[in-house]
C-alpha cells in the first residue's frame, strides 16, 4: 500500500528565515503529489501540484516544491518565512485511479 | 465563486445516535470526497462520489455512508456514534477539465467538528 511520510512532527523557522518540509513516499511508480496547508479551524488549501514535467513546481504564497525520482521526495520549500506561515503542512499522494493518501504532518512555527 | 460549504460547523452528539452532515461543492464540480482527521489517525479517506455514484470508499466500517444528490451536493450519515468517532469531518470537491477528465485538484470546506459524549 502507498505511504506517505513526513518526518518532522514540529519545526520552528525565525521569521524572514529559509524553510523545507521533506516528504517522502512509497509507491512503484510516480503518483501525482501535492501539498497542502491548514491553518487553525480552516479547511486545507492546496498550494501546489505534480503530476509530470519540470521537476520543480511553484505555488501559491511562494511556495515551491521540487520532484526527486531518485529519492521518492516532494519536499516544499520557500525562500523566506512570513509570520502568516504558521500553520500545518500535508503532503499527499494519490497514484494511478487510487485514493489521495495524507502524511500525518507537519506543523510550522515561526518565531520573531 | 463560492467555496465550499459544510453544514453544520459543530456538532454534539451522545454515543449511540447517529448523525447526518451535509456538503455544498462549488458551484460546477461533480466529485466529492470525505475525510476524516482526528489528532491520532491523521487525515482518513472515507469515500469520494461522482455523478451520484460511489467512486471510491476507504476503510471505515459499515457505519459510516453517504451519497450524493442530482445537483452534486452530497450527505453523509454515522449510525451508532462511538467515541471514536469524534473527528474533524472535511469535505472536498474537485474539478473535471474541459474533457471531463479528473483534475485531482481538491478543495476543501472548513468541516464539521463533531463531538461524541
Known amino acids: 500500500a502507498q505511504s506517505v511520510t513526513q518526518p518532522d512532527i514540529h519545526i520552528t523557522v525565525s521569521e524572514g528565515a529559509s524553510l523545507e518540509l521533506r516528504c517522502n513516499y512509497s509507491y512503484g511508480a510516480t503518483p501525482y503529489l501535492f501539498w497542502y496547508v491548514q491553518s487553525p479551524g480552516q479547511g486545507l488549501q492546496l498550494l501546489l501540484k505534480y503530476f509530470s514535467g519540470d521537476t520543480l513546481v511553484q505555488g501559491i504564497k511562494g511556495f515551491e516544491a521540487e520532484f526527486k525520482r531518485s529519492q521518492s521526495s516532494f519536499n516544499l520549500r520557500k525562500p523566506s518565512v512570513h509570520w502568516s506561515d504558521a500553520a500545518e503542512y500535508f503532503c499527499a499522494v494519490k497514484p494511478g485511479y487510487s485514493t489521495l493518501t495524507f502524511g500525518k504532518g507537519t506543523m510550522l512555527l515561526v518565531s520573531p | 465563486k463560492a467555496g465550499v460549504t459544510q453544514t453544520p460547523r459543530y456538532l454534539i452528539k451522545t454515543r449511540g445516535q447517529q448523525v447526518t452532515l451535509s456538503c455544498s461543492p462549488i458551484?460546477?464540480?461533480?466529485?466529492v470526497s470525505w475525510y476524516q482527521q482526528t489528532p491520532g489517525q491523521g487525515l482518513q479517506f472515507l469515500f469520494e462520489?461522482?455523478?451520484?455514484?460511489?467512486?471510491n470508499k476507504g476503510n471505515f466500517p459499515g457505519r459510516f455512508s453517504g451519497r450524493q444528490f442530482s445537483n452534486s451536493r452530497s450527505e453523509m450519515n454515522v449510525s451508532t456514534l462511538e467515541l471514536g468517532d469524534s473527528a474533524l469531518y472535511l469535505c472536498a470537491s474537485s474539478p473535471n477539465d474541459r474533457q471531463g477528465l479528473d483534475t485531482y485538484e481538491q478543495y476543501f470546506g472548513p468541516g464539521t467538528r463533531l463531538t461524541v459524549t
Open positions: 458551484s460546477g464540480h461533480r466529485s
Open positions: 462520489y461522482f455523478s451520484e455514484t460511489q467512486r
